[in-house]
């Protein structure tokens, strides 16, 4: 079966701390796959918040998500300090990338790679909306 392949970046635009949570934990002792996600979305609402914008209203637009992806590389467990650090890239017509990298510090463990697809959205009317300026100028710019 072929895997996902997504790579670091070379630089993140912010970065998050967040520890692991027992209730973050599945059957197996570890950080559940489902969990990763929950704990990019808390990522990305402070990366948006930093620039004053929600998932509902940024830039004048809303947002929501097109797909997502999760690769694997290491374990984490309860207690677990995580640094989620989170980059906007690929501008399109109607959306963009995030692209996240958790890791443990106390270690340096890379424990996951995360890329999200987000689409412009205005929920009243129920359709796609344009990308808007200031969204797309973040894209693929460095730390800040």
Request: proline residues 4%.
């Amino acid at each position: 079966m072929p895997r996902i392949k997504l790579q670091p970046l070379a630089s993140y635009q912010a970065t998050f701390f967040i520890t692991v949570r027992t209730t973050d934990l599945n059957y197996g002792g570890h950080l559940g796959n489902d969990k990763v996600l929950t704990l990019v979305h808390e990522a990305r609402v402070d990366f948006l918040a930093r620039r004053g914008w929600t998932e509902l209203d940024c830039a004048g637009t809303s947002l929501i998500m097109g797909d997502a992806a999760v690769v694997f590389r290491a374990e984490a467990r309860a207690g677990d300090e995580l640094r989620i650090e989170t980059a906007a890239l690929e501008p399109g017509r109607s959306g963009f990338r995030l692209s996240h990298r958790l890791t443990r510090p106390a270690d340096g463990t890379l424990i996951a790679l995360v890329e999200t697809g987000l689409v412009c959205y205005d929920y009243q009317a129920g359709k796609i909306r344009p990308l808007p300026g200031a969204v797309a100028d973040i894209c693929g710019q460095g730390k800040s």
